[in-house]
């Protein structure tokens, strides 16, 4: 089973909301996110302005999978990463940022955010933010009690799923 | 499908659809996605070539519900098949669950079929996995070409030792695709089930 890389839950999750919270308004962009290198969104904000984003799942996926391959070319070229990326388009704009080992800070903006701005509220929250991942242990696997109910509860529902497909 | 927030408790199972080049991995999700209804799946995302070959993934998120109240979901992705794209193919295969190996029923294919099982085997054992563990299905695909091998021919190559169960399919069409999935994710779930 794959799992977050980061349990993020309680007071951890408030205050990371408030972190990008802060970053929202201080850097006027439309959305902030925390998502980790699997493609899990660990913390979504968005602006109260903004119109209403893409499906937060693509998006994580797709920032997993280019920060994957992103660190892959790294390696081959003997780096031990690459920082920042930024895409810069006509009128929305991209900043993703390493949070700690496995996290990755989203931002994005439009043309009523100037670069630098954003640029420099994002750094104050990835240094916030990892602060608080780097004292947060890793995650416990939720094995509790899965058992045979589990696997019948699942499998009549797999069987619903497929109804007559 | 917003922000996950972990005191919810959730289960996420990767489900990864590998085999050769044009086998129809592709064909199998978009069936999927055609058919499953809106309030299970998530976007369907593809990075694929001009000429709609899979250059790094495609993704598809399917909800299959609360099970003993654990939010329970599956992550299907599929590889890019061609030889020369493997660097994808491992990335992908991170943090897999359960493997539906898509083989292609093609008489050209037979070999192709045969190496990328190979490289399914060495990939994983990059990531200290190998098929006695992760539950895997193999699936015949393009049952409905009319020069198609002979199944025990395509076993003989891909699956010697008859280690896995199959199914037959002709994914253009739908055949298969969901009697694959489902099967896949008992064995992922069972194996969920017992393991803890
Ligand atoms: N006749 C027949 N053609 C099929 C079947 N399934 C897929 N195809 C065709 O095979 C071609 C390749 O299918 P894809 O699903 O893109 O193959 P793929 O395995 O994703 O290929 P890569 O992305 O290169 O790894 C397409 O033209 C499909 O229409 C089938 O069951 N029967
Ligand atoms: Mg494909």
Redesign the pocket.
């Known amino acids: 089973m794959i799992e977050p890389s980061i349990a993020l839950y309680g007071e951890a999750f408030a205050k990371v909301t408030a972190s990008l919270d802060e970053l929202l308004t201080k850097a006027h962009v439309r959305y902030a996110m925390l998502v980790d290198r699997k493609g899990f969104v660990l913390a979504h904000r968005e602006a109260l302005w903004a119109p209403k984003p893409p499906t937060l799942d693509s998006i994580a996926t797709l920032i997993a999978g280019n920060a994957a391959a992103t660190s892959a070319l790294a390696k081959l070229l003997g780096e031990r990463r690459f920082n920042e990326l930024v895409h810069q388009g006509e009128r929305i704009g991209l900043y993703v940022e390493e949070i700690s080992n496995e996290g990755l800070l989203v931002v994005i903006f439009d043309e009523t955010a100037p670069i630098g701005r954003v640029k420099l509220f994002a750094k104050k929250s990835i240094e916030e933010i990892s602060g608080l991942i780097d004292s947060l242990g890793s995650v416990e696997t939720t094995n509790a009690d899965l058992g045979n109910d589990f696997a019948l509860d699942a499998s009549a529902l797999l069987d619903d799923l497929f109804k007559g497909m | 499908m917003s922000t996950i927030n972990f005191a919810a408790r959730e289960i996420n199972c990767k489900i990864v659809y590998y085999?050769p080049?044009?086998?129809?991995?592709?064909?199998n999700l978009k069936w999927i996605y055609k058919q499953v209804d809106d309030s299970v799946k998530g976007e369907m995302v593809s990075l694929a070539t001009e000429d709609?070959?899979?250059l790094f993934f495609d993704f598809l998120p399917i909800d299959l519900g609360t099970v003993q109240g654990f939010k329970t979901r599956f992550h299907l992705y599929?590889v890019?098949?061609?030889v020369f794209y493997n660097a994808s193919r491992k990335l992908i295969l991170r943090g897999v669950d359960g493997i539906i190996f898509?083989a292609d029923s093609a008489p050209n294919r037979l070999r192709a079929n045969a190496e990328s099982m190979r490289n399914l085997r060495e990939n994983l054992q990059e990531y200290n996995l190998s098929l006695d563990e992760i539950p895997m299905i193999v699936q015949f695909?393009?049952r409905?070409?009319p020069d198609a091998m002979p199944i025990e021919m395509l076993r003989a190559v891909v699956d010697p030792k008859g280690q896995f169960p199959f199914q037959e399919?002709?994914?253009?069409s739908g055949?298969g695709v969901f009697e694959t999935l489902r099967a896949v994710s008992k064995m992922v779930l069972e194996r969920l089930a017992k393991s803890k």
């Open positions: 085999g080049g044009v086998a129809g991995k592709t064909t709609e070959r899979t599929t890019p098949g061609q898509v695909n393009k409905d070409l399919g002709a994914a253009s055949g």
